[in-house]
C-alpha cells in the first residue's frame, strides 16, 4: 500500500488525503473488522509491520532507543503479571546460559570462579548452609569411593606440605618436648591438657627454659605437691557446691555431678 501510494502523484495523494479524512472513522472501523476476520491480511500486516520496524529500527538511532526502553518495561510487566510468560523467560534463560557455558571457556571460566566466591561468602555467613554442605560432604565421602580416593590423597599432600614448613617443625618439636617431660601424670586428663599447652606455647615463644632438667628431687616433690593440693582444693569446693544443690533441689547426686562435669 506505502509503495502504491508512493508511486502515485501529488494530486492523487491529496485526494487520497482528503478522503480519508472525510471517511476515517468507515475506514478505521473496516480495517478493524477485516482484521478481526481474514488471517491472511492479519499475516500480511504482521509482515508489513516487523519490516517497517526492522527498517526504522536499523535507520532511526531515536527510534532504536526508544523502542529498547519500551521493550525493556514491556518485559517486566509481563514477568510481573503473566505467570506463564515468567516460566518461559525462566526456561529461555536457562538454556542460553547452558548453551553459553558449553560454547563460551572465558564465560565458563568466570561462572566457575563466580560459584567458589559466592560458596565462600554462603560459608562464612549461613550456619545452615555450612551445616546442609557439611552432611552432604561426609554422605559423598562415604559413598563415592572416587571422592573418598581423591580427599585423601589431597589431605596427604596437603600434610606432606605443612610438614615441609619451618613452622610447622617447631611445633612437633614443641609437642614432642612437653610430652617427653611430662611429669604430672597423677593429675586430672584436662589439666595435663592445659599444662601441656602452656609448655607448647612457651617451648614456640623461646622462653621455656630447662628448669625441669634441673630440678631436684626434692623439688619436683614439692611442685608436684602443690599441685596435687590445688587439685585436692578445687575438688572440695566443687564437692561443696554439689551438696548445696543437692539440698536445694532434691535431685540426686548422680545427676547434679553430671551436670557438673557437662559444664566443665
Known amino acids: 500500500?506505502?509503495?502504491?501510494?508512493?508511486?502515485?502523484?501529488?494530486?492523487?495523494?491529496n485526494q487520497a488525503r482528503t478522503r480519508y479524512a472525510r471517511n476515517s472513522d468507515v475506514i478505521t472501523e473496516r480495517s478493524s473488522q477485516r482484521m478481526q476476520t481474514d488471517e491472511t491480511l492479519r499475516k500480511k500486516n504482521r509482515q508489513r509491520s516487523a519490516l517497517y520496524m526492522t527498517d526504522k529500527i536499523a535507520n532511526d538511532v531515536l527510534y532504536r532507543e526508544k523502542n529498547r526502553v519500551r521493550a525493556a518495561q514491556s518485559i517486566k510487566r509481563r514477568l510481573e503479571t503473566d505467570e506463564a510468560y515468567r516460566n518461559q523467560h525462566v526456561a529461555s534463560a536457562k538454556r542460553y546460559r547452558r548453551m553459553k557455558l558449553d560454547k563460551d571457556a572465558d564465560c565458563r571460566r568466570a561462572n566457575r570462579e563466580s560459584a567458589k566466591q559466592y560458596r565462600k561468602k554462603k560459608l562464612l555467613?549461613?550456619?545452615?548452609?555450612?551445616?546442609?554442605?557439611?552432611q552432604h560432604t561426609k554422605n559423598r565421602l562415604k559413598t563415592n569411593v572416587t571422592a573418598c580416593e581423591t580427599n585423601k590423597r589431597r589431605a596427604m599432600n596437603r600434610y606432606q606440605n605443612i610438614r615441609k614448613q619451618k613452622q610447622q617443625k617447631d611445633y612437633h618439636r614443641a609437642v614432642v618436648y612437653a610430652g617427653r617431660h611430662d611429669q604430672t601424670n597423677d593429675l586430672p586428663a584436662h589439666i595435663r591438657r592445659q599444662m601441656r599447652k602452656q609448655r607448647v606455647k612457651r617451648k614456640l615463644s623461646g622462653c621455656l627454659h630447662s628448669t625441669v632438667k634441673s630440678l631436684t628431687p626434692q623439688q619436683r616433690y614439692w611442685v608436684r605437691r602443690s599441685r596435687l593440693m590445688a587439685v585436692a582444693r578445687q575438688r572440695q569446693t566443687t564437692r561443696h557446691l554439689q551438696e548445696q544443690m543437692q539440698?536445694?533441689?532434691?535431685s540426686s547426686m548422680l545427676d547434679i555431678q553430671l551436670l557438673f562435669n557437662k559444664a566443665v
Not at 500500500?1 to 494530486?11: F, G, I, K, P
Not at 539440698?247 to 532434691?250: D, E, I, L, N, V
Open 247 to 250: 539440698a536445694q533441689s532434691g
Open 1 to 13: 500500500m506505502r509503495v502504491r501510494y508512493a508511486s502515485t502523484t501529488m494530486h492523487e495523494q
Open 125 to 134: 555467613n549461613d550456619v545452615k548452609y555450612r551445616y546442609r554442605d557439611l
